[in-house]
């Protein structure tokens, strides 16, 4: 007991000096010398769920290697001191949340609760996630999931998921095996270089792929013994974390070109090796990097971008919507005018499906797909982007406007958004800029020109504070009649003359995990574009008229197993059509290829996990 004492009292006193970096990175570890080992039968996890033998972020490198901790813990090894004081910080920093902090004060705090309950019981939490996905999702996922990974350091726990660093290369192949699970379904990977409209959190962008997991499980019944949430440490570029000395994650800037390549690609090699048939989501990697990696990988891993190809999909779903929701049928897509306000990774995956998707309409030949271009206008940080523009991003480069077709618009090149909203008078503005409030009053003035009858706005990025416009914005300055989705849940706007302005939530959430699911159940090797365009088609077609009429082109949240068991079914039928399907588990490609549409919907929902416990027997090792 006085040498507990003793210890707490050493603590707290050190909590007291100023911490410098240099000051902490120079202190020794406190050591066992002179102690015996402690002799443990466990190994793995094992050791970090055990309150009695875990070190947390201090076990060293060698006893990481020792006790197949590898991997399993963020790259960063901690001294104790360090870790009370992060600890510390944490506290404190929750203080400040309760004032100053987002919408729902209490967001971080739900946040901890549910993840204790997560960490003690999963069965449980799962039951709670899916009875109240409406208040708890934008708890787990966007907004509150940004916040948690900005505060991540603090907010650290119990380690979840795996840690593949720059440090890791030539050791991905092993450490792969240190975890525990004999079959996984579902990474979703990111290396924390734009969470969401955030920037680079660097290694605190786990807690993205930790909250799109949680969707997985709870829309589409993904086992949660099955998912693992992956973050690729490659080192961050955001000077803040580099220069905090209680940063988990590798003190150094990112790697880059080959030496990034390599990195990547030997985590996709490890992990494809141990586990053949897991279906890997890149999420939240900068443009740069989004394009590059999907490109390489697609045709030879089953993995798909959620930013560039999930919202494109969503996107277009909302697009079809908001023609339907002037009366119209949804083949009058191709006369829209569409403004897009931002074109990175998400941008561009919009514009890209949605010319493909145009052309389709409008015969699917080369003719149809040139002219579906010129529906499109892209502003980005330097305005409106044209064939002017000096050293084009190639990505964006087919969408710059013609400079002879501009003047006559009176447009010119990095003409405002204002300025374009202005001349073009479009049916649809759409935001994924990561820019809060850049449809400002004067923009949204602009859009009072617009040629639609109901013209939408479509404000997707995420989390709230980055909304390119609030629904009272858009509803106060509009009137009730457009159609409104944002990336981050928003209530409803009370117009106050008896009617209501739907906020829709257009979230990549309404796809991605039937995708998921739906390749996992049809095995299909690839995941075809012909396969996310079925995903799209089928959450376009999941509302009906009426709802679309009066503005509702997403479902609520509420209605998330239900839509995902569809898209899911949809995917799996296209996979079929393209022989891609080579089946899963039980059920081979023959057999799957022999069911009806109905024993496809059945299949699906037999084969998605239920949060129920099962019975548990005792037996000897
Ligand atoms: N609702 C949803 O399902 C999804 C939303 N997003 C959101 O989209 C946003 C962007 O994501 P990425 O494309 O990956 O990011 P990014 O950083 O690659 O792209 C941002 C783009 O916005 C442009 N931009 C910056 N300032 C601007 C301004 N003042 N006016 C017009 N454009 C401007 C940039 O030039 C760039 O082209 C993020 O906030 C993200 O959370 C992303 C994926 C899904
Ligand atoms: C929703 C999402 O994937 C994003 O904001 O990045
Ligand atoms: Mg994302």
Redesign the pocket.
Known sequence: MAMLLKHVRASSSLLKQHVTRAHLLSRPFTTTEGHRPSIVHKRSLDILHDPWFNKGTAFSMTERDRLDLRGLLPPNVMSPDLQIERFMVDLKRLEVQARDGPSDPNALAKWRILNRLHDRNETMYYKVLIAKIEEYAPIVY?PTVGLVCQNYSGLFRRPRGMYFSAEDRGEMMSMVYNWPAEQVDMIVVTDGS?I??LGDLGVQGIGIAIGKLDLYVAAAGINPQRVLPVMIDVGTNNEKLLEDPLYLGLQQHRLDGDDYLAVVDEFMEAVFTRWPNVIVQFE?F??KW?FKLLQRYRSTYRMFN??VQ??AG?AIAGLLGAVRAQGRPMIDFPKQKIVV????????GVLNAARKTMARMLGNNEVAFESAKSQFWV????GLISEGRENIDPDALPFARNLKEMDRQGLREGAS?VEVVKQVKPDVLLG????GG?FSNEVLEALKGSTSTRPAIFA????TK?AECTPEEAFSILGDNIIFAS?SPFSNVDLGNGHIGHCNQ????YLFPGIGLGTLLSGARIISDGMLQAASERLATYMSEEEVLKGVIFPSTSRIRDITEKVAAAVIKEALEEDLAEGYHGMDARELKKLSEDEIAEYVKNNMWNPEYPTLVYKKE
Request: charged fraction near 15%.
């Open positions: 966007t734009r969401l409209g939240d900068q443009s989004a959620d930013d999930g919202t969503v306000a931002g074109a990175g990774s998400a941008g561009i502003v980005d940080a330097k958004l994924l800029s990561a820019v850049l997707m990025s995420n989390p980055n990336g257009g979230n990549n959430m």
